[in-house]
T-cell receptor
Framework: QKEVEQDPGPLSVPEGAIVSLNCTYS??????FMWYRQYSRKGPELLMY????GNKEDGRFTAQVDKSSKYISLFIRDSQPSDSATYLC???????????FGPGTSLSVIP | KAGVTQTPRYLIKTRGQQVTLSCSPI?????VSWYQQTPGQGLQFLFE???????NKGNFPGRFSGRQFSNSRSEMNVSTLELGDSALYLC??????????????FGPGTRLTVL
């Protein structure tokens, strides 16, 4: 079993839809949770991060962490074609630990 | 501030050859990590260097090696290339400035094709 699992998609939604992206993990020691976005032919870039359990909101994006269920989510409201990308969850145990990435979910937002 | 740069951007090699990839981190960043990205396996951690020392290592064979220079630039070497080494190799730098989440700033990657 991989440490971090993520539905690879592809996920295709109409413009304006609410998108839900999810990851599950097996190691309860993870404390820092991040979402990266990767456009085609580019390296990933950090979108959001959360420490421990809870919610965090940034504009149209909301990140949720449920440590009891070992489950994290990223919600995108009012999705735009420019949100079309691959979304990777990432996590680590301590700030100096290696970052473990999920395999990524490919998202297409259709105008 | 200039971003992470990687050279070359594209590379074609044949089985059995070796290859060296280069990464220049963001100015002031002392941590450099390398990742292999493939459609089947996703983004897999190779190793991380900090102040010229390997700090973390992933589960890759010894054919994969790296080093970091005093100016924080890093190189990754793959010897005796195999077809399965075809992938996008991404370099990421981090300042490790005390932030909790060790934000990785990625370069555009080197696309390696092994024939």
């Amino acid at each position: 079993q991989k440490e971090v699992e993520q539905d690879p998609g592809p996920l295709s939604v109409p413009e304006g839809a609410i998108v839900s992206l999810n990851c599950t993990y097996s190691n309860s020691a993870f404390q820092y949770f991040m979402w990266y976005r990767q456009y085609s032919r580019k390296g990933p870039e950090l979108l959001m991060y959360t420490y421990s359990s809870g919610n965090k909101e940034d504009g149209r994006f909301t990140a949720q962490v449920d440590k009891s269920s070992k489950y994290i989510s990223l919600f995108i409201r009012d999705s735009q074609p420019s949100d079309s990308a691959t979304y990777l969850c990432a996590m680590l145990k301590t700030s100096y630990d290696k970052v473990i990435f999920g395999p990524g979910t490919s998202l297409s937002v259709i105008p | 501030k200039a971003g992470v740069t990687q050279t070359p951007r594209y590379l074609i090699k044949t089985r059995g050859q070796q290859v060296t990839l280069s990464c220049s981190p963001i100015s002031g960043h002392r941590s450099v990590s390398w990742y292999q990205q493939t459609p089947g396996q996703g983004l897999q951690f190779l190793f991380e260097y900090f102040s010229e020392t390997q700090r973390n290592k992933g589960n890759f064979p010894g054919r994969f090696s790296g080093r970091q220079f005093s100016n924080s630039r890093s190189e990754m070497n793959v010897s005796t290339l195999e077809l399965g080494d075809s992938a996008l190799y991404l370099c990421a730098s981090s300042s490790l400035s005390g932030r909790d989440y060790n934000e990785q700033f990625f370069g555009p990657g080197t696309r390696l094709t092994v024939l």
